[in-house]
């Protein structure tokens, strides 16, 4: 009997050919699913996908090409505050210009907009003006010189020009990595994974938030403290002001680590060169980094005094790291003069010389300057044949014009002097005072605070003479470091020794403190140790010598 042809259905569904039909029907099934995936992205396949490009943080496994996720790994769009970014304004906000004793002759200026703003920008001193890239410490001057280390290392020895801020400062070699930038003593991140490490954010730029764990040393624990500034000793009975840290917007700054900090001074010298103001900030890291060493009479100034406030040389000696931390008094930074006439004896200040202390300190590792609290038309006979260059007295000069002559003095000096490979140069900026009602000598009052300002709308302008600095710092020669503590300062109304400065044995004699406040030094500890936190964060982020990590 002739068999019967099927047609083509029935040969597919004949029971020989079903185990084909269905593995077909399978791979149609399949191929359908990845095409899907690779040109639709399709939410419902897509996660089963994605599995094939999880890998490790620090893996070097590329990427599936049909994810729409990049790898962990791969570089990604920097946020906006960290480097590459140049700022069109300073960020220091405005201040008051008002001075410890009395008001400056020159009036305040809003800081304008300019793509060669000074802080937050890395300036090309070079003369072409250009802005190289938004640097990490408020300003770091740069000339046409390397940032060299005094050791032997490539690294250490790239030149300045040309280079971003993380070639300059230190390389971030474990970027991605959470544990990068936590030196001795810090925190780490404490307000979530938006953070950058503090080498890349700007650390002047931020609030004050409550903190527990501060001071660094307890009240009244430091014989070193100038009595006018020991505001516990002096009966202060409010501790809260204390209680205060610097939290920079978008970063955390190590905490101060004294042995750390003690360590990398080992068999150097760091000295505090300025005002009264500068002492303020001396006294305080000399007690931070004293209150780690076990035995306290290894700490000692040489020459055994404790009253520090005559103009002249103080150096305290940390034995057993062979290492010294001094203050040298030069509150003009140039050199203050005095002539015998028939009218009788008479001073000028030569705005072209600088101070005979220079020798003092030319040779050290650390340098800090300030000046800027004796600019004021009360310290220097109003500006009236006070100010001398070579054998020409002026007749009047402002204060402002005379502050930025002996600003281009001292620049030149450290051009000449400072040995690049050897010495460290900062520049402390203007800290604000915060007198009510007059003055050091009128009346002025803050004696009732016990906040900071919290409303940013009451700070004052920025100071004019840290405009001044700020120009002068882009024609140095020498890199200099800007600690623009002139914002945080502003906000501490609260933290002076208004009348805290002495102990009164009657109601009468405290009565009459009230009408001469100090609204311009600090209490101890207080806001300098602020300072010295972030003097101590801005040495690491610089990383040369035996600050490198």
Known sequence: MESKGLALPDQLLAPRRKPFLLWVVASLIILSLFFLTTSFKGRIVTPFFQGFNSVTHNSSLVSWPFSRFPPKNSTASPPANVTGVVLEKIHVGNFTEITQN?????????????????????????????????????????????LSSNVDDADAKRSAEGKSVE???????????????????????????????????????????RDDSKPYYPPGSCPYIDKDFDCHRNGRPDVGFVKWKWQPNGCDIPSLNATDFLER????????????????????????????????KRVYEISGRREFKKKGFYAFRFEDYNCTVDFVSSPFLVRESSFESKNGTFETLRLDLMDQTTSMYHDADVIIFNTGHWWTHDKTSRGEDYYQEGNHIHRRLK?????????????????????????LVLFRGYSVTHFRGGQWNSGGRCHKETEPIFNTTYLGKYPSKMRALQHVLQETKTPVIYLNISRLTAYRKDAHPSIYRMTYNTAEERIAAERSQDCSHWCL?????????????????????????
């Open 399 to 423: 204060v402002l014009e005379a502050y930025k002559r002996a600003l281009l003095t001292w620049a030149r000096w450290i051009d000449k002097n400072i040995d690049r490979n050897r010495t």
């Open 265 to 296: 001074l080992r068999g150097k010298k760091l000295v505090f060169v300025g005002d009264s103001l500068n002492r303020n900030m001396w006294e305080s890291l000399v007690c931070i980094l004293r209150n780690s060493i076990g035995k306290k």
């Open 102 to 146: 009395g008001s400056f002759g020159d009036e305040a200026t809003s800081v304008p907009k300019s793509p060669e703003a000074k802080s937050g920008n890395l300036i090309d001193s070079s003369g072409d003006g250009g802005v190289l890239e938004r640097p990490l410490l408020g300003v770091i001057e740069v000339g046409n010189h390397s």
């Open 525 to 549: 500890p207080g806001v300098p140790d602020t300072w010295n936190e972030l003097l101590y964060a801005s040495l690491l982020k610089v990383g040369l010598g035996s600050w490198k990590k």
């Open 167 to 209: 070639n300059l400062i230190a390389e971030n070699k474990n970027e991605g990595n959470e544990e990068n930038g936590r030196f001795p003593g810090s925190e780490g991140d404490q307000g979530g994974h938006n953070k950058v490490s503090f080498e890349k954010c700007d650390i002047f730029d931020g609030k004050w938030v």
